[in-house]
């Protein structure tokens, strides 16, 4: 298994370009997350879903948006990119039916929005 | 509001035990969670804990007492290869992960 895979690795934007983040896993995991992470603070939940076709908003949701059409992908999309968006951004899973259980990180994308 | 704090940066000699300590403020609570990151790199499961008491794990165990909101991860027989930032996570009410920013660990010789 490939486990949590995320795509680009490195991408610097201009301010007001837009991006989608990719993130896909082979574990079959229905729970799926996004985060970011600014240096030297804490994992923030920006969006997740619970399964293919149901996605709700997490702690900072603001200026992004995600779709959950299969249990394998999970896209975020950046409209309108800012330099507070200028982050490192991890996609995570977690396995059916366990909210309590171990998440998996992919090895995250470096944004910068200059 | 809900808060993580844990020590922003310790360290600790090769060979050595080093405690790194956690206190939660949530809406809720549904356990605690320890990650491992490399510089770097993506952060790794390391421990859960929901009912109070030491859960042991090879080198690293950790605490938790649900009455005093604390939990702490302890590393024995440290090795160069622990230098890395340990991340405490509570669960809250909503099954959501609350996350502190970090203790860095600085292993040295």
């Known amino acids: 298994n490939a486990g949590v895979t995320q795509t680009p690795k490195f991408r610097i934007l201009k301010i007001g370009q837009s991006m989608t983040l990719q993130c896909t896993q082979d574990?079959?995991?229905?729970?799926m997350y996004w985060y970011r992470q600014d240096p030297g603070m804490g994992l923030k939940l920006i969006y997740y879903s619970v399964g293919a076709g149901i996605t709700d908003k997490g702690e900072v949701p603001n200026g992004y948006n995600v779709s959950r059409s299969t249990t394998e992908d999970f896209p975020l999309r950046l409209e309108l990119a800012a330099p507070s968006q200028t982050s490192v951004y991890f996609c995570?899973?977690?396995?059916?039916?366990?909210?309590?259980?171990?998440?998996?990180f992919g090895p995250g994308t470096r944004l910068t929005v200059l | 509001g809900q808060n993580i704090d844990q020590p922003t940066e310790m360290t600790a000699t090769e060979g050595a035990i080093v405690q790194i300590n956690c206190t939660y403020q949530?809406?809720?609570?549904?356990?605690l969670f320890w990650y491992q990151q490399h510089a770097g790199e993506a952060p790794t499961f390391l421990s859960y804990?929901?009912l109070d008491g030491l859960e042991e794990k090879g080198r690293f165990s950790s605490f938790l007492s649900r009455s005093k909101g604390y939990s702490y991860l302890l590393l024995k027989e440290l090795q160069m290869k622990d230098s890395a930032s340990y991340l405490c996570?509570?669960?809250?009410?909503?099954?959501?992960?609350?996350w502190g920013a970090g203790t860095k660990l600085i292993i040295k010789p």
């Open positions: 804990n929901v």
């Open positions: 996570a509570a669960l809250d009410s909503n099954y959501q992960l609350i």
């Open positions: 574990m079959n995991h229905n729970y």
């Open positions: 949530t809406s809720g609570f549904n356990g």
């Open positions: 995570a899973s977690s396995y059916e039916g366990q909210v309590t259980d171990t998440q998996y």
